[in-house]
């Protein structure tokens, strides 16, 4: 199994700030990479697949670029409704893996 | 507008057994690959496993094989994981959702439910 590993654990940033979200993987997984977001009660939403193309409705400040082995999620201005844990997830190998999570709040 | 809504989590003893549901609308549910996917108390993600849009092929984690069977209805539009031989380290929010694929190798998910509390304890 693929270990993925996220940092920092937790990112503490200012609204209106940039957040730039680390996703490593033990080996490639080429592009192969989505990205999800979590709010506290929720079910994790879609953000990113295929390491940069954005999910439907999901907004241009959240890009993703990357491949093989390091990857990044920037969310560009933060809002506040952006404050959450972002998890990657590799889907090149079997089985499915997702990193540890990285949790964005409020500095 | 796509929903999941799963069902039938609740307390279980260890070594007993529960049956999720996940109740699918808004998609042509037989089109596609469904997967089940954990969540313990604090703790990060954990594929569990899939079912094939025909049930023709199933696959689970280690860390279940042999204990939890997936299933499907589709004239039901509904996902199904009986749970056996539960052990504590199984404690989890149970979340249903989609697969996608573009051209890879494996799946991504989206939609999810909302998931489902499952807590095995004595």
């Known amino acids: 199994e693929i270990v993925m590993t996220q940092s920092p654990a937790t990112l503490s940033v200012s609204p209106g700030e940039r957040a730039t979200l680390s996703c490593r993987a033990g080996?490639?997984?080429?592009?192969?990479l989505a990205w999800y977001q979590q709010k506290p009660g929720q079910a994790p939403r879609l953000l990113i697949y295929?390491?940069?193309t954005r999910a439907t409705g999901i907004p241009a400040r959240f890009s993703g670029s990357g491949s093989g082995t390091e990857f990044t999620l920037t969310i560009s201005s933060l809002q506040s409704e952006d404050f959450a844990v972002y998890y990657c997830?590799?889907?090149?190998?079997?089985?499915?893996?997702f990193g540890q999570g990285t949790k964005v709040e409020i500095k | 507008q796509m929903q999941l809504v799963e069902s039938g989590g609740g307390l279980v003893t260890p070594g007993g057994s529960l049956r999720l549901s996940c109740a699918a609308s808004?998609?042509?549910?037989?089109?596609?690959?469904m997967s089940w996917i954990r969540q313990a108390p604090g703790k990060g993600l954990e594929w569990v496993s899939y079912?094939?849009?025909?049930?023709?092929?199933?696959n689970y984690a280690d860390s279940v094989k042999g204990r939890f069977t997936i299933s499907r209805d589709n004239a039901k539009n509904s996902l199904y994981l009986q749970m056996d031989s539960l052990r504590a380290e199984d404690t989890a929010v149970y979340y249903c959702?989609?697969?996608?694929?573009?051209?890879?190798?494996?799946?991504?998910?989206?939609?999810w439910g909302q998931g489902t509390l499952v807590t095995v304890s004595s």
């Open positions: 808004g998609f042509t549910f037989s089109d596609y690959y």
């Open positions: 959702a989609r697969d996608l694929n573009i051209a890879a190798p494996y799946n991504w998910f989206d939609p």
């Open positions: 295929g390491a940069s």
């Open positions: 080996q490639s997984v080429s592009s192969n």
């Open positions: 997830q590799q889907y090149n190998n079997w089985p499915p893996a």
């Open positions: 079912i094939s849009s025909s049930s023709s092929y199933t």
